[in-house]
């Protein structure tokens, strides 16, 4: 079982990117699929997460109306599409999947497998 996280990189405050998260050894559309971020000195924090069909997401208000997560799950990949970045975003950020009986997973106790993180930097 293995997630890997990738689209990090360095980026001008107010700028976009696209994270993924391709998984592979699990039944990917039977999992919920959350993000997390861990800045410098900092515990890591939930950002957001999806339900198995993708129909159902939830956010930290610290990126609602910013960030938007999807799913391909032909693709066995999971999406965070950060717009409107600001310098606090600047963290590694992991994904992770949680069991789909879960009902809002925001713990990081609540998901079972993790992916390696991704830097993303902005500066100002």
């Known amino acids: 079982v293995q997630l890997q996280a990738s689209g990090g ?3 001008q405050a107010g700028g976009s ?3 993924s998260c391709a ?4 039944i990917f559309n ?3 699929s959350g993000w997390f971020r861990q800045a ?9 997460v999806i339900s198995w069909s993708g129909d159902s997401t939830y956010y930290a208000d610290s990126v609602k109306g910013r960030f938007t997560t ?3 799950n032909a693709k066995n990949t999971v999406y965070l599409q950060m717009n409107s970045l600001k310098v606090e975003d ?3 950020y992991y ?3 949680a069991p789909s009986w879960r009902a809002r997973p925001t713990l990081e106790d609540e998901y079972d497998v993790w992916g390696q993180g991704t830097q993303v930097t902005v500066s100002s």
């Open 17 to 19: 990117l696209r994270l």
């Open 95 to 97: 994904c992770a999947t």
């Open 40 to 48: 410098p000195g900092k515990e890591r924090e939930f950002v957001a």
């Open 23 to 26: 998984a592979s050894g699990l």
């Open 9 to 11: 990189g360095l980026v």
């Open 90 to 92: 600047t963290a590694v």
């Open 30 to 32: 039977t999992y919920k």
């Open 70 to 72: 999807f799913r391909d």
